[in-house]
């Protein structure tokens, strides 16, 4: 197995490699040198494991990229080849309807995905629909106000007009939609979210 | 010319002296905690009756004039209202008598600035950890030039939890400080940890180490508990620094003193080759120093202020600030 890094995340790094013939990803979760091991290594491998469980559910039920192996703190997945929606040409209306479908159904099924921006969203070539993909920062959740904040987050890294067409497609898809949007405005009115919504957004 | 700054957001009294950026004088006084914690009306009585006395001292040390004083900066907030009362009214009162402007100044910018001036990197990611909070932070141009919180805590803020715990535990006195004494030659616990992104929350953590007093030695939950707090924090300053591919970091506020602190972000800064500064102890505890500091740069940078915002604000945020004026 040929690997080759391709960047390197907040938490972990990720390289290419060749899964069977398969075109893969790995993402390694790096050891934190800063950290006692006691605090580290669980914190590591539960997150590894997590991340690993919740990732084979999602790309399950939506688009997303299909679980192939998992050891300790690596996780090999599908490689998804493509343009992701923070660049240049950004998400546009289509892709946000999309991106309210994708995050409807993770919704619909518990999970929380944890850093729903644009960076997370990509375009695939092979069949130029949107993927979602970095499932590190995701848990089960069924609380509004946990599932709120995947829509707080994804408000301040898209235009408006975007965002009103992901709620559109979002609120069809998931059945307590109401609530979220209802929990998410009154997360907004809180102080500390006051300046870090979307205005400030670029 | 200098500016002469007047802190009193809770325990402490403190008058300092910039001038040009040179500090001249750190003048304090500190209203004693007893078991009893803080009751602002007696901490403001405590201010008031230290106020002249303190000013004088700073003004001693300094070896200057009155003549010489250009401008008053008070802290506005966020802080204890009956406290920063009395640092308002002495910083109008002395203002007036000497006929120059009077500044109002955030406390946790105050504590950012003086930091980021000391370690002379330019626009540093900042880990602001004090009592009431903790939050990373960035300086970014828009909408106006302000800090931009990209990570803070949920809930309490660390030091409130750490003296909460001390307390629970029956150290005396009940301070952080006191935990990291305990915590010497502890070892760990398993303590609940959550980081969610760039933000954390600390109750969970507190309840949980409370309990665990029960059935544990004191000296390995105080160990725990301060070294899951401040992993949790670190690592959410991690994640930032990578984000905005920012390769300075700067720790401040009052729980900066802390040597543990300290040594997980200066190990994590160095693991990703990035600058680390942390300031000497006088200016992360509260101080005055830092409100002539920032005082000097609104001064200096022709900062225009009405009549109406010179009051004091007890929740006034960091990112409300508007720092055009540096």
Redesign the interface.
């Known amino acids: 197995m040929a690997l080759k890094k391709i960047s390197e995340g907040a938490e972990a790094d990720i390289y290419g490699v060749d899964f069977f013939g398969i075109k893969s990803i790995l993402k390694y979760r790096r050891p934190k040198p800063y950290l006692i091991k006691e605090i580290e290594e669980p914190l590591r491998s539960a997150r590894t494991r997590s991340e690993a469980r919740i990732l084979a559910r999602a790309s399950s039920i939506t688009k997303a990229p299909r679980l192939l192996f998992v050891s300790k703190y690596g996780i090999i997945m599908e490689k998804i080849n493509g343009i992701n929606a923070s660049e240049k040409k950004g998400l546009g209306l289509n892709g946000a309807s999309e991106a309210g479908d994708i995050l409807s159904k993770l919704h619909a099924a518990n999970i929380v995905h944890g850093d729903f921006t644009k960076a997370n969203l990509i375009f695939s070539n092979s069949d130029s629909s949107l993927y979602v993909i970095d499932f590190g920062l995701s848990y089960n959740s069924n609380s509004a106000e946990d599932l709120s904040f995947d829509l707080l987050l994804f408000k301040r890294s898209v235009t408006r007009p975007e965002y009103a067409k992901f709620e559109i497609s979002y609120s069809r898809g998931f059945k307590r939609s109401k609530e979220v949007f209802q929990k998410l405005s009154e997360i907004e009115k809180r102080g500390r979210y006051q300046n870090r919504s979307l205005d400030t957004a670029e | 010319m200098a500016v002469l700054g007047i802190e009193s957001s809770a325990h402490t009294f403190g008058v300092g002296i910039s001038e040009n950026g040179k500090i001249l004088a750190n003048s304090k006084r500190m209203y004693n905690i007893t078991a009893s914690g803080m009751i602002p009306s007696r901490v403001a009585e405590f201010h008031a009756s230290n106020a002249k006395g303190v000013i004088e001292e700073a003004m001693a040390s300094a070896g200057i004039g009155f003549s010489e004083i250009s401008a008053i900066s008070y802290t506005k907030g966020p802080g204890l209202g009956p406290c920063l009362r009395i640092g308002q009214l002495a910083a109008l009162t002395l203002a007036e008598r000497l006929n120059v402007p009077v500044y109002p100044v955030n406390h946790a910018v105050g504590h950012i600035k003086i930091t980021e001036h000391l370690s002379g990197i330019k626009d540093p990611l900042a880990v602001y950890v004090s009592g009431g909070n903790s939050q990373i932070l960035g300086a970014?141009d828009?909408?106006f030039r302000?800090y931009?919180?990209y990570g803070?805590t949920l809930d309490i803020g660390v030091g409130n939890m750490l003296d909460n715990y001390a307390r629970a535990a029956k150290l005396n006195p009940a301070w952080g400080s006191t935990v990291a004494k305990v915590a010497e030659n502890g070892s760990?616990v398993g303590m609940p940890?959550t980081v969610?992104?760039m933000d954390f929350t600390f109750t969970g953590l507190l309840t949980n180490a409370i309990k665990m007093l029960e059935s544990n030695p004191v000296k390995d939950v105080s160990y725990s508990i301060q070294?899951?707090a401040f992993?949790m924090i670190?690592?959410a300053a991690?994640?930032a620094m990578?984000?905005t591919r920012n390769n300075g970091i700067i720790l401040c506020g009052g729980v900066a003193q802390s040597k543990r602190l300290q040594e997980?972000?200066r190990?994590?800064s160095l693991?990703h080759g990035s600058k680390f500064f942390v300031a000497p102890n006088e200016y992360n505890a509260d101080n005055g120093a830092m409100i002539a500091y920032v005082g000097e740069l609104m001064h200096k940078g022709g900062k225009r202020v009405k009549e109406s915002e010179l009051t004091i604000m007890q929740?006034y945020?960091v990112?409300?600030v508007d720092l055009s004026w540096h």
Request: hydrophobic share 30%; charged share 40%.
């Open positions: 970014v828009k909408p302000h931009n919180v803070e760990y940890y969610k992104g070294e899951t992993s670190a690592e991690e994640r990578l984000l997980i972000l190990a994590m693991s929740r945020r990112d409300e």
